[in-house]
């Protein structure tokens, strides 16, 4: 599938250094760096297509945009792939209720998540899948995993033996009870009769009457939803010979640790021997009222609504950004109204021709986002060399801070 378009993305002045990017990484509960290499490869799950796009999607995108840009700035090339799960039974079930074509639901919230990631951006990822198109893909990943002895059928469905990965649970560090229960809670069949464990993972969906499928070896049918992102990320992301890893980065939101991130690393360990990722990577959720934003409580704050009220996308940016993205928070609109009146301040301070020194900020901000993204504290020096420059100091090169905030932080003003 088409991205959407690409972004100019201001160079960092050679003088300026940064150090290896650390990041928590969910597997092993610590902050770790990641080693300097030339190039990196980060697979991040994307949406579902319906009911997008809410700030908690913006929120994610934005804390793995903001892993890509500091990537980059290294000099370090990223090798990027998003997914959109495109065929889904939530999206066939939202298409059902509302009584229209489940494709055509889905094109039309790509189309408006793509227009958001602009407003917002966000560096298009270099390769964006839909799992309707990397069928084949899928298709050959249930045949890797057939030949490793790990598939079994329960009628028609092919289900993927979790215990035949002997670190099956090291990345999501849960025990068997809590397993059991988010599994059912995120879209689990744990229940299902004929199944060997409770949370073997569903990995072809024979066809069933009145919904779509896709010819296969195996029937009819279409993908489970974790292989589609194991199977994703292994062909697009150029995996390299001389690493112990698979990928750099899976990343996701935290409601996806479990079972998604561990059945996809799980399987993509059984297909080439090596574990998934290096550091696994996951955002905080992002609520409204009290409660976690989903599309299931319908307490969504959308983008595009925003946008359409008149609300300025780098406010959107910046509101977002003042929270580290690992902590969970309610989203409100003071958060909005505070990152505007920010943006505007720094909008008219680097107007000026004389402003306070700009490198020692630039630094802070370098130095925050490489200890796991602190942004907040990234924030904090804007806010410290507003004071100065209020205070008269003098010095620094206003385009040269405008640029570094854009490099960096995605906002540009
Ligand atoms: N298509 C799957 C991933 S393969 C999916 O989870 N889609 S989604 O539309 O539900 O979510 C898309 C991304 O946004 C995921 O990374 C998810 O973890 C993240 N996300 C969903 N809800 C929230 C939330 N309330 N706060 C923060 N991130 C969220
Ligand atoms: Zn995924």
Same mark, same amino acid.
């Given at each position: 599938?088409?991205?959407?378009?690409?972004?100019?993305?201001?160079?960092?002045?050679?003088?300026?250094?940064?150090?290896?990017?650390?990041?928590?990484?969910?597997?092993?509960?610590?902050?770790?760096?990641?080693?300097?290499?030339?190039?990196?490869?980060?697979?991040?799950?994307?949406?579902?297509?319906?009911?997008?796009?809410?700030?908690?999607?913006?929120?994610?995108?934005?804390?793995?945009?903001?892993?890509?840009?500091?990537?980059?700035?290294?000099?370090?090339?990223?090798?990027?792939?998003?997914?959109?799960?495109?065929?889904?039974?939530?999206?066939?079930?939202?298409?059902?209720?509302?009584?229209?074509?489940?494709?055509?639901?889905?094109?039309?919230?790509?189309?408006?998540?793509?227009?958001?990631?602009?407003?917002?951006?966000?560096?298009?990822?270099?390769?964006? !899948?839909?799992?309707?198109?990397?069928?084949?893909?899928?298709?050959?990943?249930?045949?890797?995993?057939?030949? #490793?002895?790990?598939?079994?059928?329960?009628?028609?469905?092919?289900?993927?033996?979790?215990?035949?990965?002997?670190?099956?649970?090291?990345?999501?560090?849960?025990?068997?009870?809590?397993?059991?229960?988010?599994?059912?809670?995120?879209?689990?069949?744990?229940?299902?009769?004929?199944?060997?464990?409770?949370?073997?993972?569903?990995?072809?969906?024979?066809?069933?009457?009145?919904?779509?499928?896709?010819?296969?070896?195996?029937?009819?049918?279409?993908?489970?939803?974790?292989?589609?992102?194991?199977?994703?990320?292994?062909?697009?992301?150029? !995996?390299?010979?001389?690493?112990?890893?698979? !990928?750099?980065?899976?990343?996701?939101?935290?409601?996806?640790?479990?079972?998604?991130?561990?059945?996809?690393?799980?399987?993509?360990?059984?297909?080439?021997?090596?574990?998934?990722?290096?550091?696994?990577?996951?955002?905080?959720?992002?609520?409204?009222?009290?409660?976690?934003?989903?599309?299931?409580?319908?307490?969504?704050?959308?983008?595009?609504?925003?946008? #359409?009220?008149?609300?300025?996308?780098?406010?959107?940016?910046?509101?977002?950004?003042?929270?580290?993205?690992?902590?969970?928070?309610?989203?409100?609109?003071?958060?909005?109204?505070?990152?505007?009146?920010?943006?505007?301040?720094?909008?008219?301070?680097?107007?000026?021709?004389?402003?306070?020194?700009?490198?020692?900020?630039?630094?802070? !901000?370098?130095?925050?986002?490489?200890?796991?993204?602190?942004?907040?504290?990234?924030?904090?020096?804007?806010?410290?060399?507003?004071?100065?420059?209020?205070?008269?100091?003098?010095?620094?090169?206003?385009?040269?801070?405008?640029?570094?905030?854009?490099?960096?932080?995605?906002?540009?003003?």
């Amino acid at each position: 599938m088409k991205a959407w378009s690409d972004l100019y993305i201001p160079p960092l002045d050679a003088r300026f250094s940064l150090a290896d990017l650390s990041l928590h990484d969910t597997a092993t509960n610590s902050v770790k760096p990641l080693a300097r290499k030339s190039i990196y490869r980060i697979y991040v799950c994307g949406i579902t297509p319906y009911d997008a796009t809410h700030l908690g999607h913006a929120n994610t995108y934005l804390a793995f945009d903001l892993v890509n840009r500091y990537l980059r700035a290294t000099g370090a090339q990223v090798n990027f792939v998003e997914n959109i799960t495109d065929i889904d039974d939530p999206l066939l079930e939202r298409a059902a209720r509302d009584g229209i074509d489940w494709e055509d639901l889905a094109h039309s919230q790509i189309e408006l998540f793509k227009s958001d990631m602009v407003a917002l951006h966000v560096i298009p990822p270099a390769h964006y !899948i839909g799992a309707v198109e990397a069928i084949p893909q899928v298709i050959d990943a249930i045949k890797a995993l057939q030949e #490793k002895g790990t598939v079994y059928n329960v009628e028609q469905d092919l289900y993927f033996e979790v215990r035949s990965d002997s670190d099956f649970g090291r990345r999501s560090n849960l025990s068997q009870i809590e397993m059991l229960d988010i599994f059912a809670q995120r879209g689990g069949d744990p229940l299902k009769h004929g199944k060997k464990d409770p949370l073997d993972a569903l990995l072809w969906l024979a066809q069933r009457p009145n919904e779509p499928g896709w010819n296969s070896e195996f029937g009819a049918g279409r993908p489970g939803w974790h292989i589609e992102c194991c199977a994703i990320a292994l062909n697009y992301l150029d !995996i390299a010979d001389g690493d112990s890893t698979s !990928i750099d980065i899976q990343g996701g939101g935290s409601d996806l640790i479990f079972p998604h991130h561990e059945m996809s690393a799980a399987q993509s360990k059984m297909i080439n021997g090596r574990e998934f990722a290096t550091h696994y990577v996951h955002a905080g959720m992002i609520g409204l009222d009290g409660d976690k934003m989903s599309k299931s409580k319908g307490n969504l704050v959308l983008v595009s609504n925003l946008l #359409k009220e008149g609300r300025d996308a780098m406010a959107i940016r910046l509101a977002l950004l003042s929270h580290h993205y690992r902590n969970d928070h309610m989203w409100t609109n003071s958060d909005l109204v505070e990152a505007e009146q920010l943006l505007n301040e720094m909008r008219i301070a680097l107007s000026r021709m004389e402003v306070a020194p700009t490198d020692s900020t630039i630094t802070e !901000i370098i130095a925050a986002l490489a200890d796991d993204l602190d942004t907040p504290k990234a924030i904090k020096a804007l806010r410290g060399w507003l004071e100065a420059t209020y205070a008269g100091q003098v010095g620094g090169s206003p385009g040269e801070l405008s640029r570094a905030i854009d490099t960096l932080l995605g906002i540009a003003f």
